[in-house]
């Protein structure tokens, strides 16, 4: 995936999100929240079940509406989008018509590409989507997120219901991918070798940790056990 040209962007910045405000019932989610992803930028969101985090990376992508604040996204880019569940995906379509939808070439070049990958064989595909396990179709979304060639990437949860051997692949991905990423994670293992800045989310708002992860995962632990 290409990278962001230094004289497309102007000085600006791919993803910014400022006062973001949103609540669901009556319950604030999110309360005033600012966020600033810079062009080589790399920042994970961890945070307790519940606090937000999904919720944000919607927002940040434009699939959700804020009830206050504004979203900038540079001209430029591009943003691949990994959801948490899977929700994006048409259950009626076939594991290849999923994959092949909205990329532009000839379908046996896609096949070509999607079966290198490594990640399914050729009988897998004409399983319908609604028929995969958990881990495929996290694999397909995986695989689409590759071939759409995004230069900026929104992932959440992306180690959820992954083998070990499709968690390597995906880690040496990202560190090899040139554009900016956010992912929202819980997984301790996946944020020490994502590196980049740690951010938390916690009671509506946001904020940069300074420490390290284990500092962090230490700290949540106290405080979830203050408030039970």
Do not use: C
Request: no cysteine.
């Amino acid at each position: 995936a290409a990278g962001f040209d230094p004289e497309a962007m102007a000085g600006r910045l791919p993803l910014m999100v400022s006062g973001l405000r949103k609540s669901y019932g009556g319950r604030v989610i999110l309360d005033d929240v600012s966020l600033a992803l810079g062009a080589r930028g790399r920042i994970v969101l961890a945070g307790p079940n519940g606090s937000g985090k999904s919720t944000l990376l919607r927002l940040l992508v434009g699939t959700e509406a804020p009830d206050a604040g504004e979203r900038m996204l540079h001209p430029v880019a591009r943003i691949g989008y990994l959801d948490q569940d899977g929700s994006s995906l048409d259950l009626s379509q076939t594991l290849f018509e999923a994959y092949r939808a909205g990329l532009e070439g000839p379908d046996q070049m896609w096949k070509s590409t999607l079966l290198e990958s490594g990640l399914f064989y050729y009988e897998d595909l004409g399983l319908r989507v609604a028929a995969l396990s958990s881990g495929q179709r996290r694999k397909l979304q995986i695989a689409r997120l590759i071939a759409g060639r995004a230069n900026l990437l929104v992932l959440d949860e992306p180690t959820n219901f992954v083998s070990f051997d499709v968690l390597e692949s995906l880690e040496a991905a990202l560190r090899a991918f040139p554009g900016p990423v956010i992912a929202a994670s819980h997984d301790r293992r996946f944020i020490r070798q994502f590196g980049g800045d740690l951010w938390a989310l916690d009671e509506g708002r946001l904020r940069q940790w300074m420490g390290t992860a284990d500092e962090y995962f230490e700290s949540l632990g106290e405080r979830m056990a203050l408030r039970a």
